[in-house]
């Protein structure tokens, strides 16, 4: 009788072992999820960032040729 509740109790502590597991795995997977939308985020900022600058330096280059072409139809 002694070893079906020695047994009974080793069964209750690794069934709460497994529990404890099993909250530390979903907390870890929590953590990962967190990790990944951050460098998403990050890389979101980066391309926006790339974007703005090349939309500058297009911009730039279209109004400098833009003031190249009206300064020979002006003679200058």
Partial sequence: MDEIKRLEEEIE???REL???K???KEQ?????DKIVEAIDKTEDI???????LEGAIIG???G????????????
């Fill in 47 to 53: 391309i926006k960032k790339s974007i703005s600058i």
């Fill in 65 to 76: 040729i833009k003031k190249g072409i009206q300064g020979k139809e002006n003679g200058k």
């Fill in 61 to 63: 280059s279209l109004e």
């Fill in 13 to 15: 502590k690794l069934k």
């Fill in 19 to 21: 529990e404890e597991l």
């Fill in 23 to 25: 909250k530390e795995k």
């Fill in 29 to 33: 997977e929590l953590l990962e999820k």
